[in-house]
């Protein structure tokens, strides 16, 4: 699976041991940043970046850490389309992609230690969505869409 990652300074310890996880289980890792050398930005950045890449079919999935994951998954929630859930355990991350269609895996560097961050990524990679199979979790998912397309018509 070809998949999108990013984080901020708080999480980039954390993306790496997550990068090579997910390389040595085969998946293709696209890493969004911050780059080594580089200067890390907010959050946002890294979120809209990953949010972007599955918006326009660059990957399949995405991996966003910052301290808590809360900042790059509202970041990431911003993109229309988008659904990225903050986890900090397995059972959640499985649960928001079969349930939910959830895209986006997020969690915090500062909640969540290494071992517990792989599992996580697994449950959520392993999982897939209802909705593909099932007409009632494929509903649950378009009135949430709804709410995105109600809220088009407003602006």
Do not use: W
Not at 30 to 55: N, Q
Not at 71 to 80: E, L, T
């Amino acid at each position: 699976m070809k998949i999108g990652i990013g984080s901020d300074a708080s999480g980039y310890d954390l993306k790496g041991i997550i990068v090579e996880h997910l390389s040595q289980q085969g998946h293709e890792v696209v890493d969004y940043g911050p780059l080594e050398g580089e200067t890390p930005e907010y959050s946002a950045t890294y979120a809209r970046k990953v949010a972007h890449a599955i918006r326009d079919g660059e990957v399949e999935r995405g991996v966003l850490i910052c301290g808590t994951g809360i900042g790059i998954s509202i970041s990431a929630n911003k993109v229309r389309g988008i659904r990225a859930a903050v986890c900090s355990e397995p059972f959640t991350a499985r649960h928001t992609r079969e349930n939910n269609g959830s895209q986006i895996i997020a969690f915090g560097a500062f909640v969540v230690g290494p071992e517990v961050a792989k599992a996580i990524v697994d449950a959520f990679l392993g999982a897939e969505f209802k909705g593909l199979t099932d007409p009632e979790f494929q509903s649950r998912f378009n009135k949430i869409a709804a709410i995105e397309d109600e809220e088009l018509a407003l602006a």
